[in-house]
């Protein structure tokens, strides 16, 4: 081989040296950095082995388990028995997702909150809103107004059942009571020291043994002129002495089942569940029971609560009994004509008609405001102002929409929204992501909020709520592990091709070491040879 070539040959495989040096160097790097991802796999792989989710489990039985999630919470279901527990941020503001900010913001809500409860409008208005936004079906929105707003609802009240209602007349009213029947026979009945005969406009209409023809409705004693009126053999038997109300006629009367029957029917109307309205049918409760009852002493002859009081001294029992039937029509409350003699009967009449008349009166003087009402009930019929169709008008109770759960819906989305009107808001568009939502809880940047026994909402831990549950995360786990076998798969894969290369290159290097240094030695070989030959 001449000079020449040997040195090109030499420097040909100087350089592929280098490169398959520099190569394998740039292999080495590769390794190294392989290391290093399947380091960052398997420390990612130990970190999902300890994972753990949020479960929300209302029946705590595992049936109904599911991710958490902030519709589950903020939706009117089963599943949350249709309590919101509202999602809230440090400052106790409730988080709003984008379709319920939205829904505030078009009622008006500032997002500090309002100073006291809002109106049934502004409720209203809200649930326009919602159902503007997505949040709920308008033809839901259009059934969800129609109910009566529950102002109560978590702030004071645990019942989030919502009513619905309407409003009609005095006489309308009465109508609706023509299913309400009561059977007198039992009052009526001789019993003991007294004789008392149910009548309407004066006419006896049970027979001697006490036994009543057909059963009186409500609707029949409103419209009618219905009262009780009779005679007692002495005073002990009017009004008891001693103690003893065994034979009292008032006492009798005041204790029978038609006052609670009668006020429960009316109740269940007109009750819809506001306190306001509650304590209106209280207070028209006490004053009747005020009408009826002995409330004096049996050794006292204080007669003050009777609407009339007569006393005589040995009059007949056909004028005690012709006072009685005169009286008793005029008056509110009990009558009662009494004789000086214990061998003489006393007299005592109650018109029903003017009882429940007043019942529904006193109702509408609270309603209004008893100073400022337009109604007045006085022991005089005469001097009364009854309430009628002119001035008052009922709100009562209609039936339950048993087509869907619109009035459950309406108690849930009233005490949200009594929450964010009281507690203030914030809007997060990424408290819809499940895992977004779990990453602030767990870190406590958010809260759950749940209603308590006394009607209350209270800001805590998410641990704290009883639906909600920590567990391993079993299937997140099988993810990681699925995902770290295929990535150290992948990995070995690119590692054994690493290897694989670096051995070639280790071979090829080893070969063009052996061959540079042949190359060179024949080159050494050669300049020997033409300097020998020069100096001869």
Excluded at 306 to 326: R, V
Excluded at 486 to 498: D, I
Excluded at 500 to 522: G, P, R, W
Aim: negative net charge.
């Amino acid at each position: 081989m001449g000079l020449s070539a040997s040195q090109a040959r030499l420097l040909t495989i100087t350089a592929r040296k280098s490169d398959c040096e520099y190569e394998s160097m740039r292999l080495s790097h590769q390794k190294l950095a392989l290391s290093r991802d399947m380091n960052n796999v398997s420390e990612e792989y130990q970190n999902a082995i300890n994972q753990t989710k949020l479960v929300y489990d209302f029946y705590g039985n595992g049936s109904q388990e599911q991710q958490l999630s902030y519709n589950l919470l903020m939706s009117p279901s089963a599943l949350n028995d249709y309590i919101p527990s509202p999602i809230t941020d440090t400052s106790g503001r409730i988080v709003l997702n984008g379709g319920l900010a939205r829904a505030a913001k078009a009622a008006g809500i500032p997002q500090e909150g309002l100073d006291g409860l809002p109106s049934s409008d502004q409720r209203n208005l809200f649930i326009q809103g919602m159902a503007e936004n997505g949040v709920i079906s308008q033809k839901l929105a259009d059934q969800l107004v129609l109910t009566k707003y529950n102002q109560m609802a978590g702030v004071g009240s645990a019942d989030l059942v919502n009513v619905n209602t309407a409003e009609c007349s005095y006489s309308q009213f009465v109508n609706m009571l023509s299913g309400v029947t009561f059977d007198f026979s039992d009052l009526v009945a001789n019993a003991g020291g007294s004789d008392l005969q149910l009548a309407i406009d004066g006419t006896r209409i049970d027979d001697s043994d006490g036994r009543v023809t057909g059963n009186l409705t409500l609707a029949d004693i409103f419209n009618g002129n219905v009262s009780i009126r009779g005679s007692a053999w002495d005073n002990e038997d009017l009004r008891g002495k001693d103690g003893l109300y065994d034979w009292s006629v008032v006492d009798k009367v005041a204790t029978c089942s038609f006052w609670p029957e009668m006020m429960n029917a009316i109740d269940s109307l007109l009750d819809t569940g506001d306190p306001y309205t509650q304590a209106a049918l209280e207070y028209a409760k006490s004053k009747v029971n005020e009408s009826i009852e002995c409330l004096s002493t049996p050794e006292s002859s204080d007669w003050s609560n009777a609407a009339f009081h007569n006393t005589h001294k040995k009059k007949s029992s056909g004028k005690i009994n012709g006072w009685i039937d005169e009286k008793t029509d005029k008056y509110i409350g009990f009558v009662s004509e009494q004789n000086s003699g214990d061998d003489y009967n006393d007299g005592y009449g109650l018109n029903l008609t003017n009882m429940c008349k007043a019942y529904l009166t006193y109702f509408a003087q609270y309603m209004e405001g008893i100073s400022n009402s337009h109604y007045e009930v006085t022991k005089e019929l005469g001097t009364s102002s009854l309430v009628d169709d002119n001035l008052f008008t009922f709100t009562y109770v209609t039936g339950i929409d048993t087509s869907g759960d619109n009035l459950l819906i309406a108690g849930f989305y009233d005490a949200l929204f009594n929450q964010i009107c009281t507690k203030g808001w914030t809007e997060n568009e990424k408290v819809d992501d499940p895992e977004y939502l779990q990453e602030m809880l767990q870190n406590g940047a958010m809260y759950v909020s749940t209603m308590t026994d006394d009607g209350f909402y209270y800001q805590g831990n998410y641990a704290t709520n009883t639906y909600i549950k920590e567990v391993t995360d079993e299937e997140g786990i099988a993810q990681a592990e699925a995902k770290y076998n295929r990535e150290k798969e992948k990995l070995t894969y690119k590692e054994n091709v690493l290897d694989m290369k670096m051995k070639n290159l280790d071979t090829e290097i080893s070969a063009l070491t052996t061959e540079y240094d042949t190359v060179k030695s024949v080159i050494q070989k050669n300049i020997e040879k033409s300097f020998k030959r020069y100096n001869a």
